[in-house]
């Protein structure tokens, strides 16, 4: 039965991959997609699986990722042991994007599900967080509203948000957020398969809504150098906490992951300025002061 | 005796401090400084030194941090057991800098020279290594020659020059070096302390040598929007490099340092490009290959 819902997932991963894709190019007239398919070898050099990588460049969409891949084979067994399964050979399969617009009035949007399996233990996580770079409330609202209906009939709205605000944070920057939150959930295993697998696919599949309306609201909205700063600066810390932070990071370059698909998450342009803070009174000032959990529903 | 050389080792590296400071002032008139005094308090809150941090921003030197620190006192036990001595009391003092140009011609430059006190056991560490943008190879040479020069009398160029290629390095990007090196070391501690410390006092004295006359033969050098991307993207693989598996950085947020000292390192203006490689037969492309250990003397 595993084996088929392994499939299953992956089948799953892809079609999102393709739905996202087509909604982006529909989207932005200029956007080009680059292609990779790779493959993998493990931690004893066999073949291990491979993925497909889909990097987006557009007016709208500045950079953007929308992987896939789906991994097997044996991993660095000293950190196979801090995995929850047993034994170093792993399976897993998701998907993974990150979209960077060029407009700082637009929020940076993040998501993630997979599926794992190590031995005979199987566990499921994804999630999905927004990062804005100017305060408007009614988008934040909209986007956990979104996530809060997905996880309605699985209860599980409370402490995914709730896992989301502290995973998402910068601790060497006194706790500062990421961003604004959304659903984060790990080692999903309730030891029914079938109800695990239909509740991550399930969830996945609000991730168009809980973004694209927004992106149309604001896509058009003028902004300026100031809010460009902010933004960039911004991109600087989201930087930090992928590179210090970030597990899913630090498992790709644990497993010998291809490192232009785990790297595609870095923003085009970021910026870093000592003891940078916003203006006195400036939006951007207001929005700092929502890089920390609030209830946003 | 310990006592009184470590005295005599805070004393040096605020002598070089402002040494450096005025150097750089010199040299830019538009250059301007940022000067922060802060405590530390220990892992057990109580007061633990302390550092001046000098932060620059000018026309020459885009970003620039030109750091001294004296820290002393409880550290966390856990981070304790991976040093070099016993018990988790600890004393360090150094100098730290980063020198980011904006002129793509003119290379940046870091620095660190420190001495680390654990229990009963002393060390010194240290070094400076240079990243350029653009293949002047007669300024390559000039750098490694200086720095040989001042290794000479203790016989530990070659020693030195190889852990810094070994040191600086993006093991995620293929073992590509950050830049093209120089020297680094650490741990040193013969048994002979007044030896020692006189070694690294002396080799420190070569830094303002090292570095200012490239920046005097370049900072006037025309460039193009090629070699401000290509300088952009070197920025973004600097700050890899500082985030992911830089351990002046790491032991920085480990001993609950000051985070803005510590990520002054990161350069203002970065960028990422999914599989970024510069331009077929670009000066770029050469430069780019030089970012391997060569001997350059």
């Known amino acids: 039965m595993l084996q088929e819902y392994k499939k299953k997932f992956s089948e ?74 047993e034994g170093s050979e792993l399976w897993a399969a998701g998907i993974s994007l990150i979209i960077h617009p060029y407009n700082p ?63 998402f944070t910068n601790s060497h920057r006194n706790d500062e957020m990421r961003g604004i939150g959304g659903i984060f959930f790990d080692h999903l295993n309730t030891g029914d398969l079938e109800t695990d697998f239909n509740q991550v696919v399930d969830i996945s599949k609000s991730f168009i809504k809980s973004y694209f309306p927004i992106v149309e609201k604001r896509m058009n909205e003028t902004y300026t150098d100031d809010d460009v700063e902010f933004q960039l600066h911004r991109h600087g810390r989201y930087v930090e906490f992928n590179l210090i932070h970030d597990r ?32 006195e009174g400036s939006p951007h000032e207001k929005m700092q002061s929502y890089y920390k959990p609030k209830d946003w529903v």
């Open 12 to 85: 799953h991963v892809r079609l999102l991959q393709n739905e996202i894709t087509e909604k982006m190019q529909g989207m932005d007239v200029e956007l080009t997609l680059n292609e990779d398919l790779w493959k993998r070898s493990d931690f004893n050099d066999h073949p291990g699986g491979g993925g497909i990588t889909r990097a987006f460049e557009g007016d709208l969409f500045e950079s953007a990722g929308v992987n896939t891949s789906e991994i097997s084979g044996a991993i660095d067994p000293k950190f196979a042991k801090n995995l929850q399964g």
């Open 105 to 167: 009035k637009v929020p940076t949007v993040h998501a993630n599900f997979r599926m794992i399996v190590q031995g005979d233990k199987y566990w499921f996580g994804g999630g999905a967080d927004l990062t804005p770079y100017y305060p408007i409330e009614e988008d934040f609202i909209y986007f956990h509203n979104v996530w809060k209906q997905a996880c309605e009939p699985y209860g599980c709205f409370d402490e995914y948000k709730k896992w989301c605000d502290t995973y």
């Open 248 to 279: 899913g990071t630090l498992f790709g370059l644990k497993t010998k992951g291809r490192i232009d698909s785990i790297l595609i998450s870095l923003p085009k342009r970021c910026m870093y300025t000592y003891r940078y803070a916003p203006k």
